[in-house]
C-alpha cells in the first residue's frame, strides 16, 4: 500500500520563516497563493505586468512581482502556469534559484520529459491537489482539506519531502490525506487516464452509441438521453458505491445486459489501442506529438477541437439542456413555496 500522509506528518517549522513565489493566478496559482498567505508564508506572486491576474492577485491583498523578480526573492517557487508556457517561464526565472532553494510542480509533465531541466543542489517536489482549483481554495475556507499527490524529483538539502508535506499541510491537504507518488507516475498516469478513460475515452464511447441510435434512425433527442444524459447516474452510483451499487441499482435486465454484451463492445481489440496509447506516453511519443503541436500553433488541436464542437451530439444537447435547466431550476421553489 502507498504512504498516506496527514496532518501529523507534517511540521509546519519547516516553511514558516520561508517566501513562496507562486508562479501563476489561474485555477492553481490563486488557492495556493491565498491559502498559504492565511497559513501565515509569506507570499509573492509572479506575473506578467499589467495582466488581469496581476489586477486580480493585488485587488486580493497579495503581494505581486514579475516571475523573475519574485523567484529571486523566494526560497520556493511554485510553478503554476499552464503546463505549455512553463519552460520560457523557467528560462525566465532560473536565476532566482539558488543553493538550497526548491522548484516546486502541480503536475509533472515537464520535468518528467525533460521540458525544464533543474539546476543542481535545488529540490524539486510536487505538491499536486487532486480538484481544480476554486475548489482547493474553498476546502481550505471550510476546513475539510483537498487530497494531493506528493512526489520528489531531487532532494539536495534532504529536506525536500518534509516541506512539501510543510507545503502541502498549508495549502490545506494534509487535511485530506497526500499519498506519495513518483513524477513519472504522475505524469504516466495522469496522461493515460485522461486520454484513454476519462476525456478521450468516454466521449468517444458516446459519441459512437449516439451515432449508432441515430444513423438506425432513432431521434436523436432520444439518442443524446440514452447515451450521454444517464451518464451522470450511471457514474454517480459508481463514484458512491463502487460497480456493485451501480448494478444493484439498475434492474436485472439492464445488469444482465451490461454484463453480457458490455465486454463484446470494449472488447480485447480495446484494450490493444490501451496498451498502445500507454506505451505513447511511456516512451515519450505523445509529449513530442504535444510539444510539436505547440511549436507549430496548435494546428491539428484546432482541427479536432473544430470538430468535436460541431458534432450532432452538442446541438441537441445544448437545445436538450436548455429545457432542463428550466425544469430543474423551477422544480426547487415549488418544493420550498409554501403549503397554504
Ligand atoms: P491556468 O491556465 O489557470 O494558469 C493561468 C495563469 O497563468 C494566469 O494567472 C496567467 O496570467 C498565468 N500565465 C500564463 N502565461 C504566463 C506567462 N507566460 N508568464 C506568467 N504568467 C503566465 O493554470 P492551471 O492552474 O490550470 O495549471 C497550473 C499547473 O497546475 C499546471 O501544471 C497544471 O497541470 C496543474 N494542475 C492543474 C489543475 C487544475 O485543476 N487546473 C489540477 C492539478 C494540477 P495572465 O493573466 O498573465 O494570462
Ligand atoms: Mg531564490
Ligand atoms: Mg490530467
Redesign the pocket.
Known sequence: TVPVYYDDDANSDVIADKTVAV???????HAHAQNLDDSGIDVIV???QS????TQAENDGLRVAT?DDAAAEADIVS?????T??P??FEAISDGLEEGDTLQ???G?NIHYNQIQPPEGVDVTMI??????HLLRRNYVEDTGTPALLAVYQNTTGEAKEEALAYAQAIGCTRAGVVETTFREEVETDLFGEQAVLCGGITSLIKKGYETLVDAGYSPEMAYFECLNEMKLIVDLMYEGGMAEMWNSVSDTAEYGGLAVGPEIVDESVRENMDEALEAVQNGEFAREWIAENQAGRPSYTQLYRADRNHDIEEVGARLRALFSWAEEEAPEEAEAPAD
Not at 508562479?23 to 496559482?29: E, I, K, N, T, W
Not at 510553478?79 to 503546463?83: G, H
Request: no cysteine; charged share 10%; aromatic share 12%.
Open positions: 508562479l501563476g493566478y489561474g485555477s492553481q496559482g509572479g506575473l506578467r495582466s488581469d491576474s496581476w516571475p510553478m503554476l502556469v499552464p503546463d508556457v512553463q520560457a517561464v510542480f502541480a503536475h509533465f499536486a491537489p487532486k480538484t481544480p482549483g
